[in-house]
């Protein structure tokens, strides 16, 4: 009995060789090379992914030599010739007249190499401007490595600094432009085996795989950096924008890990990212567990202000403002939060946190239109002052808004103040000073708020048409009678009133302040000794019983 | 025909090669190298000045040209903190001969003056432009086409 053993039938050990007829047979795209660099053998599949002609290429550099750039010819050639082919490494190549293709080898006997060439679905995987991957991909990516175990991997999420007001300033062309320079610069500061990914915007991701040690996360996020804030050329306007990075790893254990683990990478390095942000960009952040809570308690902040809002625990209060025959003029409307649990809370604690998540809009709107209500209630000879934050003056929207709150009043608009600091009106003078002039012009007053805390620039004084200048407390308060800043009081006092601007001096305490101040040609005053903020009930009751604006201090200055 | 309007860029960065001389001259050996065949092929001319650890560089060219080449510097890891000084439109080059001029300062003199006008480029001196610029021009106009010597790095590095 003959028993016909397969191994028997081929020979031992199997040269690469032999396998390549069977290619010609094969569906996958299979490229079969020497590590000299000569094509041996490509199955049909991989020679139509890659491009080839019916004659096959003789070398790699025939098949890749034109590689567009993002992945350019050289990195392509340099994987294929490299070394070794650690198990997951891979990269995209899209050869001339190829399609987007993802190259992955490994040794064959003899030198020979094999290359699997898979084809990438280019339109979801590969960024339309940048040309490199996109989020798709990069997270595909993610899954993988941690599916496969054992490596460290580290994900950096990188994010523009200033790209708005690039593109902003220059135009969606030249910010086009500006994105793919910042993809290729990206490239040029990692491994040719990093994943390079633009997840939108100007937002860009970087993978690392296989991370061992932290320098080379530093070194890396600092080579980032370092690349982007190095100025840009675009059509002979230099181009300066910044980069901070947050970033997170993870080092991936075989069995232990699962498919939201790429999920919490992502949002850890978010949270990292929001840090860096914070610090005022140009750097990096590592993700830390102590993020997540920091989060967590915004995020409850948040709920907190969203929750005020609809539950209508924030409330008016008015601190009048007296002209110096102690006439009542205006009330100034500051915004309170009663807290179920915490009590009552000054603005300061709470008007950034709403700023951040985006809630002065709608909590300005409210301010608006209940202190216009308020007002409306009181005599004819009485306004009120509004605070408008940077976000407000440079909205568009924002006259249209005023608008409504006056019509929904009935306040006349001559009594209606708005007041806004010097610096939102830096932040964007155009959008506020249109905004600035649609209002004026139908009686709307404005003042310059905290005048002397900022630039104090007095050019701006005359650059824009203001009703009335707020020299800050820090001029007048208590150490308010240095020569210098007396002077500086009746620098802006006198140039006011060459301006056609009424001056009015915040926090007054005491009488003497009253008559040094007079004396420095203020017109107006407001302060704790004037009159303390009230809620608007007992505002209410007190101008009723003045109908007639009956002065509140007398001529010397002390309160009656 | 008319010819291209012609851009000039000025920037001052800092050496991140690390080494010792030997290796500092090799590297700014290829640098000169390729500088001097890329520049060549695509119309650009220009200098570069090496001293005390930091370099400035003048670029002069058709803008596009300029834009590719300043774009390849800028994603050179073999220096830092990149600063430019200059950038705009030029009625005519500044070294029409030259696709890549070198100066290394090479007596005391120069070096002195050309380590306070880093200086004050690195610190934001707007004067400070203008010594560097004058400095590099009279530099390599003054040593006329000469090479690279180790004397001259000796004194730089």
Redesign the interface.
């Known amino acids: 009995m003959v028993i016909d053993s397969p191994s028997a039938q081929l020979p031992a050990p199997l040269p690469a060789l032999a396998l390549l007829s069977a290619l010609q047979e094969v569906r996958d795209g299979i490229l079969v090379y020497h590590a000299n660099q000569e094509v041996v053998r490509i199955s049909p599949q991989a020679a139509r992914l890659l491009g080839a002609g019916p004659e096959i290429p003789r070398r790699l550099e025939d098949l890749f030599g034109g590689c567009a750039e993002a992945d350019g010819a050289k990195e392509v050639l340099a994987y294929l010739n490299s070394e070794r082919a650690p198990e997951a490494e891979r990269i995209l190549a899209l050869p001339p007249g190829g399609q987007v293709v993802r190259l992955h080898w490994r040794e064959l006997d003899g030198d020979y190499r094999i290359a699997f060439v898979d084809p990438v679905d280019s339109a979801q995987d590969r960024d339309f401007l940048t040309n490199i991957a996109t989020r798709r991909s990069f997270e595909s990516q993610l899954k993988g490595i941690l599916a496969a175990g054992g490596r460290s991997v580290a994900v950096l999420l990188v994010d523009l600094d200033r790209f708005k007001a690039v593109n902003d300033e220059l135009g969606h062309a030249m910010g086009d432009t500006l994105l793919k ?1 910042v993809a ?2 990206m490239r ?2 990692v491994r040719t085996t990093d994943v390079v990914a633009r997840f939108g915007g100007d937002e860009f991701a970087i993978l690392l795989d296989g991370v061992e040690d932290a320098s080379v996360l530093s070194g890396t996020a600092s ?1 980032v950096i ?2 982007l804030r ?7 306007r ?1 181009i300066s924008v910044g980069a901070s990075i947050g970033i997170a790893t993870a080092l991936s254990n075989a069995g232990g890990s699962n498919a939201s683990d790429s999920h919490v990478i992502l949002q850890s390095a978010d949270l990292a990212l929001y840090e860096s942000k914070s610090a005022g960009g140009n750097c990096f952040r590592l993700y830390d567990p102590r993020m997540r809570a920091e989060a967590e308690a915004r995020r409850n902040g948040e709920l907190d202000l969203r929750r005020a809002l609809a539950a209508r625990q924030f409330e008016l209060h008015f601190q009048p403002q007296v002209d110096l025959e102690g006439r009542l003029r205006w009330f100034e409307a500051l915004i309170r939060w009663r807290h179920p649990e915490r009590g009552l809370i000054p603005p300061l604690d709470f008007l950034p946190l709403a700023e951040r998540f985006g809630l002065m809009g709608s909590i300005g709107e409210w301010v608006l239109r209940t202190a216009c209500q308020e007002a409306a209630q009181w005599p004819s000879a009485i306004g009120v002052a509004v605070n408008a934050t940077t976000a407000q003056i440079t909205d568009p929207q924002f006259p249209a808004i005023v608008r409504r709150a006056l019509k929904l009043s009935g306040l006349a608009p001559s009594r209606l103040e708005i007041e806004v600091t010097e610096g939102s009106l830096m932040a964007n003078p155009e959008a506020g000073r249109a905004n600035l002039e649609e209002l004026q012009a139908i009686g709307v007053q404005f003042a310059i708020d905290d005048f002397g805390t900022g630039y104090a620039s007095l050019s701006q004084l005359v650059g824009l048409p203001f009703d009335k200048v707020k020299i800050d407390r820090c001029l007048s308060g208590s150490e308010g009678d240095s020569p210098k800043k007396r002077a500086l009081i009746r620098a802006i006092t006198e140039l006011s009133k060459q301006l056609g601007m009424a001056s009015l001096v915040e926090g007054v305490e005491n009488a003497e302040q009253i008559e040094r101040l007079m004396q420095d040609g203020c017109e107006m005053l407001q302060g704790y000794y004037i009159g303390r903020p009230a809620p608007a009930e007992e505002v209410r009751r007190f101008v009723h019983d003045l109908e007639e604006a009956a002065p509140i201090f007398d001529e010397k200055g002390s309160a009656a | 025909m008319i010819p291209p309007q012609l ?1 000039r ?1 000025v920037y001052c960065s800092r050496n991140a090669i690390t080494g010792g001389p030997a290796q500092i001259e090799e590297e700014l050996e290829h640098i000169l190298d390729s500088a001097r065949r890329n520049n060549s092929r695509r119309g650009i001319t220009g200098a570069l000045l090496y001293n005390g650890g930091s370099f400035a560089q003048i670029l002069e060219g058709p ?1 596009d040209k ?2 590719l080449v ?2 390849a510097i ?2 050179d ?1 073999r220096h ?1 903190d ?1 600063n ?1 000084i200059e ?3 030029i009625a005519a080059r500044m070294f029409p001969n030259w696709s890549m001029a070198f100066a290394a300062s090479r007596c005391p003199a120069d070096t002195a003056q050309v380590t306070e006008a880093f200086h004050s480029v690195f610190s934001g001196s707007i004067h400070g432009t203008n010594q560097l610029l004058n400095l590099l021009n009279q530099l390599v106009v003054e040593e006329g086409a000469w090479a690279l010597t180790e004397d001259a790095l000796e004194q730089s590095v």
């Open positions: 320079r290729e610069r040029s500061a080579r370092d690349r190095r100025p840009f050329l675009i059509e002979g230099l | 851009y860029i803008l300029l834009e300043f774009e800028q994603s890891e830092e990149v430019v950038n705009g439109p």
